[in-house]
């Protein structure tokens, strides 16, 4: 498999992981959809079978709307982009990392610790409507940033860190392509489902064996994922 092979490869998977992150969207809007009517429709039986049609509707009205804001407050502190410090030519420069999408879910989901109080499963329960959709909306971003993706600049940097076959620096990658926008390229990196960032120490990648196996599936041979790339970074 060639350079040209590879980022025709790369772009394929791009495309899929766009339609797996608009399912997922989707998936947590009918969620949260779902969730709110149970949870709404409940409420709102109560409420007003003890208050009347009118203060139930104010108070169903407070109640999700204290939940959102809330929510819309704290989530952007809790799923957000990890920033780490990297030190290139005795300069410190601050390269983000995205969440992957299990961390996501993960937030969506809210916390599932069996030694939660009876309170707090309850409140965990009724965030859950406005976690799935905040979440939803941040996903969205999330396609566009992936759409977004430059396959030829983290192309050759996949490339390289196949051909290694083992942990890459950050620092490194910096040194053998001073040419690359470090900080975007490795953010857009971070959207790719098989690439693990290692952060003991300093900044480095490496690949999960999945995003190899879907490459050697792609290649039609079980010759090692990197055997048949070109150099690292040619052009």
């Not at 108070?59 to 410090?85: K, S």
């Not at 009876?118 to 905040?134: A, K, N």
């Not at 290692?198 to 879907?214: E, H, I, S, V, Y």
Request: charged share 20%; hydrophobic share 45%; proline share 3%.
């Amino acid at each position: 498999m060639n350079k040209q092979q590879f980022n025709a490869w790369l772009d394929e998977r791009v495309q899929f992981q766009v339609k797996l992150t608009i399912s997922a969207m989707v998936g947590m809007i009918a969620i949260g959809t779902v969730a709110f009517v149970v949870q709404g429709g409940l409420l709102f039986i109560l409420l007003k079978w003890g208050y009347g049609l009118f203060p139930a509707f104010l108070a169903l009205l407070g109640i999700f709307g204290g939940m959102g804001a809330y929510t819309w407050v704290t989530a952007p502190n809790r799923l957000c982009d990890e920033q780490h410090d990297a030190v290139l030519d005795d300069r410190t420069i601050e390269i983000p990392t995205a969440p992957n999408m299990s961390t996501a879910w993960t937030f969506a989901m809210g916390s599932l610790e069996s030694d939660q109080s009876i309170l707090e499963r309850i409140f965990g329960m009724m965030m859950l409507v406005p976690r799935m959709y905040w979440t939803a909306w941040y996903i969205s971003k999330r396609i566009k940033q992936v759409k977004a993706v430059d396959t030829r600049e983290c192309g050759a940097i996949l490339r390289y860190v196949l051909k290694k076959a083992e942990r890459v620096d950050v620092c490194d990658i910096a040194e053998k392509r001073p040419e690359t926008d470090l900080p975007i390229t490795i953010r857009q990196l971070s959207l790719f489902d098989g690439v693990v960032f290692l952060t003991k120490g300093k900044l480095g990648l490496t690949l999960a064996n999945r995003f190899k196996d879907d490459l050697e599936a792609a290649m039609g041979k079980s010759k090692s994922a990197g055997a048949d790339i070109n150099s690292p970074f040619d052009e």
